[in-house]
Structure formats: structure tokens, C-alpha cells
């Protein structure tokens, strides 16, 4: 299937210029969690020279997968054209080859800035208290800080919540076992280092 969509890639020959084809994969980029809106897709569809978008479609599907290859896998400068089957059009690899070049570092700069950062703890606190008033069974009340360092969102959160005593053991259980976890790999990548040191 993807052999056949490539056919479709010399469409963009049908639009005025160079800017028109850079527009056209700088609006694909900017869509690419949302899909181009209607407005976008008019746009391209004149820049090409299109009647509908039956003619459109299998081209932005073409140039999203050639887009999210040549972003998603890092590929380098000098090996761009490897992305192309040899049916592409010389002039049409080079157009891409360059545009892509153009726009590969602001793009990985945007995927770095996609990707989901999680809050780390920065401090904790914990008191004990009465659930309510009829209750005589204490809880543990577990004042948490948050740290975000996204770009978005960034910034402290205080989480507060309540634990029983059966759910405090179900949860230290698991804090055991992530431990536990967490001190396996540590002694497996130690005992990988020292014998790659061995090894040197």
C-alpha cells in the first residue's frame, strides 16, 4: 500500500512555487495531532490545483508518512533520500530532501517540547488524624509537593490525601516491591559496567 501512495507525490508538481509545497508541509506539521481543518485543506487544494479532496487525501497521507519517518527516526542529512523509492521524481526528492533540511531541527525542537514531562516529589509530610468524628480508626493524612518542570504547566502542586491502614499496607507492599525492583537493576547495570571495564 505505501508503494502506491508515493504515485501521488507528484501532484505537488502541479502548485506554483517552492513556498507553496513549504506551506503545505509546515500546515501538515502543525496539524499533526489534529488533522488539517477544513480552511487549510481549501487552501491546499487551490495551491495543487485539486477538485476534491479524493485527489488530496492519499497526497497528505503520503507526505505524513514521509514527514513522520524523517522526524520520528532521526534520520540524517545524508539519508534523506533513502526515504524515496526510486519511482519518485529526482527533481521532486530534491525539492523534499531540501525543505526537510530546512525544518528538521525546529520540528525535533517541537517533539521535545510534546513530550509528556511527569511531576517529581520534592517533599513530603504526614500527620496522623481521626477519619471524621464517629470513626476511633486513625488515618495517615499524606501531604505530597509536586515539582512540574514542563514548559507548559510549570511550577509546585501540593497533593493531599488519606490512607487507612489497610490500604497504607496494600500501598507500602507495592513501595517494597518497587524497591526491590529498583535495586535489581542497579545491581544488573553494575555488574554490566565492571565487565565491560573488564573487558577494556
Not at 530532501?97 to 509530610?125: H, I, S
Not at 507492599?173 to 559496567?193: A, G, K
Request: charged residues 30%.
Amino acid at each position: 500500500m505505501e508503494r502506491s501512495l508515493w504515485g501521488h507525490l507528484p501532484l505537488l508538481m502541479r502548485s506554483n512555487s517552492k513556498e507553496s509545497v513549504e506551506y503545505i508541509l509546515q500546515a501538515l506539521w502543525r496539524t499533526r495531532k489534529t488533522g488539517l481543518d477544513p480552511a487549510d485543506r481549501h487552501i491546499v487544494r487551490d495551491m495543487l490545483q485539486l477538485e476534491n479532496d479524493s485527489d488530496l487525501d492519499p497526497l497528505l497521507v503520503c507526505l505524513r508518512m514521509l514527514i513522520r519517518r524523517f522526524v520520528y527516526e532521526n534520520v540524517s542529512k545524508d539519508d534523506i533520500h533513502k526515504l524515496f523509492p526510486t519511482e519518485v521524481l529526482p527533481e521532486l526528492q530534491r525539492l523534499l530532501t531540501l525543505l526537510l533540511q530546512k525544518f528538521q531541527r525546529e520540528w525535533q525542537d517541537d517533539l521535545l517540547k510534546d513530550q509528556v514531562t511527569l511531576p517529581r516529589l520534592k517533599a513530603m509530610t504526614w500527620d496522623m488524624a481521626n477519619q471524621d468524628a464517629e470513626s476511633v480508626d486513625p488515618v495517615a493524612v499524606i501531604n505530597l509537593k509536586l515539582q512540574n518542570d514542563a514548559q507548559s504547566h510549570s511550577g509546585e502542586l501540593d497533593v493531599k490525601f488519606q490512607l487507612a491502614q489497610d490500604t497504607l499496607e496494600t500501598m507500602l507492599s507495592s513501595m517494597y516491591s518497587i524497591r526491590d525492583q529498583l535495586s535489581n537493576m542497579d545491581e544488573t547495570s553494575t555488574r554490566h559496567l565492571s565487565q565491560e571495564t573488564n573487558v577494556m
